[in-house]
T-cell receptor, first 113, second 109 residues
Framework: IAGITQAPTSQILAAGRRMTLRCTQD?????MYWYRQDLGLGLRLIHY???????GKGEVPDGYSVSRANTDDFPLTLASAVPSQTSVYFC????????????FGEGSRLTVL | GQNIDQPTEMTATEGAIVQINCTYQ??????LFWYQQHAGEAPTFLSY??LDGLEEKGRFSSFLSRSKGYSYLLLKELQMKDSASYLC??????????WGAGTKLIIKP
C-alpha cells in the first residue's frame, strides 16, 4: 500500500510558468489537503477538500487552484508561478473532515526562479 | 488571532527525558495534535489530546490543559533517532489545524 504519492519530488521552475503538483492516495480517505512548509513557519493550509466534488480555501489560497474530480486525486495548480511560491508542498489526507490523524505525502520541493 | 507557540530548538542527551511545551490560542478548540518530522521527510502523527490530562504511548506522552491553553510532549529514554522536529497543532472550531513552527530537537550522545 503506497498511502499518498506526490509528484514531482522536486522541481525548478521559471517564474510565470504553469505547474501542477500531483497527489494520489489509495486509502479511500474523504478529506484531502494541500499545505506549504516554509522555514520558521508552521504548515499553512492552501486548499482542502472534504469529499470528492468539493473544495475549500485555506489560509493562503492566492495563486493556487485545486480540483477533486474523484476520491483518489487532488492536484494543486500554480497558474503563473512567482518566487514567493518557492516552498515544500505537502499533500495530506484523513478519513474524516473532523479532527483526525493526517497522513502526509513525502512532499514536493518547488523552486521558482 | 490564532497562534501556536513552541520553542524553536532544544538539546537533550541520549537516555534522558525532554519536555517540549506548546501554548495555543485558537478560535474554538477540537483537540491538540503532535507530529514528528525528520529532516527532509513528511510529518507523522504522534498523539491527539482532546480532554485534559496525560496520554501515554510507550516512550512518548502528551499532556493537555484546556483551561491554560497548554500542552506538552514528553519523550523518555531518548534515542538518537528521536532527533527531529516536533510539530504542535490545534484543531479550531472549523476542524482546521493551526500549526506551530515546530521544535527542532537535537540529541547528543
Amino acid at each position: 500500500i503506497a498511502g499518498i504519492t506526490q509528484a514531482p519530488t522536486s522541481q525548478i521552475l521559471a517564474a510565470g510558468r504553469r505547474m501542477t503538483l500531483r497527489c494520489t492516495q489509495d486509502m479511500r480517505h474523504n478529506a484531502m489537503y494541500w499545505y506549504r512548509q516554509d522555514l520558521g513557519l508552521g504548515l499553512r493550509l492552501i486548499h482542502y477538500s472534504n469529499t470528492a466534488g468539493t473544495t475549500g480555501k485555506g489560509e493562503v489560497p492566492d495563486g493556487y487552484s485545486v480540483s477533486r474530480a474523484n476520491t483518489d486525486d487532488f492536484p494543486l495548480t500554480l497558474a503563473s508561478a512567482v518566487p514567493s511560491q518557492t516552498s515544500v508542498y505537502f499533500c495530506a489526507s484523513s478519513d474524516s473532515s473532523g479532527p483526525g490523524e493526517l497522513f502526509f505525502g513525502e512532499g514536493s520541493r518547488l523552486t521558482v526562479l | 488571532g490564532q497562534n501556536i507557540d513552541q520553542p524553536t530548538e532544544m538539546t537533550a542527551t541520549e537516555g534522558a527525558i525532554v519536555q517540549i511545551n506548546c501554548t495555543y490560542q485558537t478560535s474554538g478548540f477540537n483537540g491538540l495534535f503532535w507530529y514528528q518530522q525528520h529532516a527532509g521527510e513528511a510529518p507523522t502523527f504522534l498523539s491527539y489530546n482532546v480532554l485534559d490530562g496525560l496520554e501515554e504511548k510507550g516512550r512518548f506522552s502528551s499532556f493537555l490543559s484546556r483551561s491554560k491553553g497548554y500542552s506538552y510532549l514528553l519523550l523518555k529514554e531518548l534515542q538518537m533517532k528521536d532527533s527531529a522536529s516536533y510539530l504542535c497543532a490545534s484543531s479550531d472550531s472549523n476542524y482546521q489545524l493551526i500549526w506551530g513552527a515546530g521544535t527542532k530537537l537535537i540529541i547528543k550522545p
